[in-house]
């Protein structure tokens, strides 16, 4: 099956840094998103972006379908950003599947 | 209804007992989907449903799991004779349609068998 991997597996940083996560998938894929997992476990998302770049305030996300992989930016880092952020993808069927996701804890 | 609700919000179950858990999706949205989280990991698919058809079943661990919608709304996942291993915390997600648009989650289900 489609294998989701998610880089970095974890960050640290201090409020006020940008920072890149990046998304890359074995095959390609169709309706790309991400989540965000808040440390209380609610999961809300953050884009619908099976393609070309968007943007929601301090947080932007860019998918290049053709190359396989999806990044998300956030910039100037607020402690509240904290947690674990998931891209997520289907690829044949209607199943979404997770990637690893990437845990990140911002310091003030 | 505003957002996708499930209950109950915790449960504590002996093992061997039976459980069932609910997700009531957002109101027209005819995609539902189950996933599990144990501590710590990802997300793992469990089952999804387009209107009260389960394409596909091949995320349930084993035949003591089963889940059901009815009327395109209201799904169950039940879980038969309770394992350890079982405890995690259950998501349901719906979408307005199967392979498009955003999926929105619920706050979960969180299952500790003892």
């Known amino acids: 099956g489609i294998q989701v991997e998610q880089s970095p597996p974890d960050l640290i940083l201090q409020e006020g840094a940008n920072s890149t996560l990046r998304c890359n998938f074995s095959?390609?894929?169709?309706?790309l998103q991400w989540f965000h997992q808040n440390p209380w476990g609610q999961l809300i998302n953050l884009f619908y972006i099976p393609s070309g770049t968007k943007q929601n305030g301090r947080l932007s996300a860019t998918t290049v379908a053709t190359e396989r992989y999806s990044l998300l930016y956030i910039s100037s880092s607020q402690t509240t950003d904290s947690g674990v952020y998931f891209c997520?993808?289907?690829?044949?069927?209607?199943?979404?599947?997770f990637g690893t996701g990437t845990r990140l804890q911002v310091f003030p | 209804g505003a957002g996708v609700s499930q209950s109950p919000s915790n449960k504590v179950t002996e093992k061997g007992k039976d459980v069932e858990l609910r997700c009531d999706p957002i109101?027209?949205?005819?995609?539902l989907y189950w996933y599990r989280q144990s501590l710590g990991q990802g997300l793992e698919f469990l089952i999804y449903f387009q209107g009260n058809s389960a394409p596909d079943k091949s995320g349930l661990p084993s035949d003591r799991f089963s889940a059901e919608r009815t009327g395109g709304s209201v799904s169950t996942l039940t879980i038969q004779r309770t394992q350890q291993e079982d405890s995690a915390v259950y998501l349901c997600?719906?979408?307005?349609?199967?392979?498009?648009?955003?999926?929105?989650f619920g706050e979960g289900s969180r299952l500790t068998v003892l």
């Open positions: 997520a993808g289907t690829y044949n069927t209607d199943k979404l599947i």
């Open positions: 997600a719906s979408s307005l349609g199967t392979g498009t648009g955003e999926l929105f």
């Open positions: 095959d390609s894929v169709n309706n």
């Open positions: 109101s027209g949205h005819t995609a």
